[in-house]
Every structure is written in structure tokens, then in C-alpha cells.
């Protein structure tokens, strides 16, 4: 997605330790108008699914997964990363080690929100390790539902996430993939 | 807010502790399109304000946060609530008691997203003792921007978050408002 990537190339900052800083527009300040767009082209990649559930991890994936919602006309559900004293005992569990954060957390969600019937597409900010999204999916194969897709706004890759996901044949998109990056470069992929 | 005290009665749960769940459509699964009527709502009742960014706090905010910011066209900030490894050190940071979660936790947001020139519209899922909207508006007065109004969609009428703030002149808007819930009823503040 040209937009996304001029974007990147405008306003992103490298950080040591491989941090693509996008927080002026996508996860911490949040440009809604431009996520509607990556809303818009997640529906135009997803479409022809059958899409009943948009599922995503609090806190960064949620704009995304809401905007595109908007065009896919389901709802979202979003995994909770701990325990808290308003969700029922009855949830899915996984666990997630967080790149950006550098540790690992409890993922759960309520089980009323995933059935079977359930045919599911991810969205999220960023995939790095891959982890968010095998626990997303490991829910959603505990639930019985189906993966129908998985939508990520920048893929760093140069790590191990996304190689592994189309591995297993998952259907995924990722709008702005990154070969590499350096304090004065972010090198994209050149079919992204 | 006629739609949402319908949709409160048909969906919410009352749980021990003046817990009212609303997690099937507001903070957990998303009805991103009732979410949609509500920023509307919004919208006409802070569309006199200048509103430069709407604030909100993660996760439970967001959605609601970035539905509103569609009608304003302005950006969507969110405060998050510990420090990360990918956050710049130049933050405003406060506390803020969680009625809900039954903790205190330090609450920041980057310094560069809020300056003196912002008009600042709060939007909240729930106000209850009020800590979130006080720990926001200390950030935006330390920022030396202008709070320009504050939107919850439910207000615990029973508690003391919004009166306090009403007695402070804050331009406080909720959609629905609770004088008493049992396990048997919700009964709205007849004015909201």
C-alpha cells in the first residue's frame, strides 16, 4: 500500500533494537482518517471471504480491526492481554510474548464471542515473531471457528513471523512489508 | 441516549461489586456500527467545541474514541498505562485508580501529541469515580492545552465521578446515566 509506505518513510522512527516508532499516526496518536483507508483496503483483500468476526489484541490492533469492521459490517472482538474482575471465568487462554514490549503475557477471550459458527479475520498493527497471531489463532481453533485471513498493517521481515504463517498456508496480507531497516533507511519489500 | 439505555437493558449484565458488563457490544466484542451511532452522538453534542484531538485511555476507549474522531476529523490520542520499551522518556504521566480492575496504575502519554494549541475532547466507555478523567485532564493542563468537554457513554450516576466533575464546571456529557442497578435492574437517571 503506496500510502502506507510513504507514511513510514515520512513520519516512522527507527529505534535501536528493531522499534519501527509509528506511534504519531497509528499507535499512540491515532490519523483515523488514513487507518479508515487501511480499513478500506483490508476489505478490498478480505472480501471475498466470509467474514462473520474481525478478532485482535488490545491495545494497538483495535482502531484497525474497528475501521475495517466498518467496511465488513461484523464485529469486532478483541483478546484482553490479563485477567480482570469483569470477565467471566468462562475465557480462552493463550500465551503471547510481545517483541515490541519484551515479555509474555496471558491472552484470553471470552468464550461467548467465539463459536463455531465463527469465520474470522485478524487484524493487527505490527507482526514480528508471529506469536500475537499463533495465539490469536490457537483460540480460534480451540473455539472451532475458522481463519479466513489475517491483515497486518507493517511486517518486519526480517524476522520469522510472516515466513512461518505463509508456511502454513495461512491467508495472510501484510500492506507494508520491511526487508530492513537502519537509522537512515526503512527498505520495503518490493511486492508489498 | 434512548438506543443505548435499550440496548444496556437488553445486553448488560449486573454483577456483584456495581459491576454492569456491557462486553457483547462495547468492551470486549465491539458493535462497531452502534458504536458509530454513538460517535454521532457525540458529535452533535460537542460539535460547538473546537475540538483539535479527542483523548482517550486504552484499551476500552478506543473504538469509541476513534468512531467520534471520524466526525471531528481530528486524530485520536490514547494514554497508555505502563511504560513500554518504544515510548520516548519525554511523557506527561499520571495515576489513575481503576474502579473496575481494582488498581492504581501510571498512566502516560508522549509529550509531542499534545501541546498548548490542542482543544481537547475526552471520550470514555464508563465514568465511575471519575480518576480517569481527572488523570486526563491533569495531562492536558500540564500540557497547557484546553479541556473542551468530556463524553462517557455510561455514567455510574450512584458514584461520585460525575458529580465531582459537574461541580468543577467540566462540560460533561454522558449518554446514559445509572442512579441504581440490582441484579433485577438498571434504572437511568431520568434526564440522561
Known amino acids: 500500500?503506496?500510502?502506507?509506505?510513504?507514511?513510514?518513510l515520512r513520519d516512522g522512527k527507527v529505534r535501536p533494537g528493531n522499534i519501527l516508532k509509528v506511534d504519531s499516526f497509528l499507535n499512540h496518536q491515532i490519523d483515523v482518517e488514513f487507518l479508515n483507508e487501511i480499513g478500506q483496503e483490508f476489505y478490498r483483500l478480505f472480501k471475498d471471504r466470509?467474514?462473520?468476526?474481525?478478532?485482535?489484541i488490545e491495545s494497538?490492533?483495535?482502531?484497525a480491526a474497528c475501521m475495517t469492521a466498518q467496511y465488513f459490517h461484523v464485529p469486532?472482538?478483541?483478546a484482553k492481554k490479563a485477567q480482570t474482575k469483569n470477565l467471566d471465568g468462562s475465557v480462552?487462554?493463550?500465551i503471547v510474548r510481545s517483541y515490541t514490549h519484551g515479555?509474555?503475557?496471558?491472552?484470553?477471550?471470552?468464550?461467548?464471542?467465539?463459536?463455531?459458527?465463527?469465520?474470522?479475520?485478524?487484524?493487527?498493527?505490527?507482526?514480528a515473531n508471529g506469536c500475537a497471531v499463533e495465539g490469536l489463532s490457537e483460540i480460534i481453533t480451540e473455539a472451532g471457528a475458522t481463519l479466513e485471513g489475517v491483515g497486518i498493517i507493517i511486517e518486519k521481515g526480517f524476522q520469522e513471523?510472516?515466513?512461518m504463517l505463509r508456511e502454513k498456508g495461512v491467508n495472510l496480507h501484510s500492506l507494508a512489508v520491511i526487508d530492513s531497516m537502519t537509522d537512515n533507511a526503512v527498505i520495503f519489500r518490493e511486492d508489498s
Request: glycine fraction near 6%.
Open 76 to 78: 469486532v472482538v478483541f
Open 92 to 94: 480462552y487462554r493463550t
Open 161 to 163: 513471523g510472516g515466513k
Open 1 to 8: 500500500m503506496d500510502a502506507l509506505k510513504e507514511r513510514i
Open 103 to 127: 515479555k509474555v503475557y496471558d491472552v484470553i477471550l471470552s468464550r461467548k464471542f467465539l463459536t463455531p459458527d465463527d469465520h474470522v479475520l485478524i487484524i493487527d498493527d505490527f507482526l
Open 50 to 56: 466470509p467474514v462473520t468476526k474481525i478478532l485482535t
Open 60 to 63: 494497538s490492533g483495535i482502531a
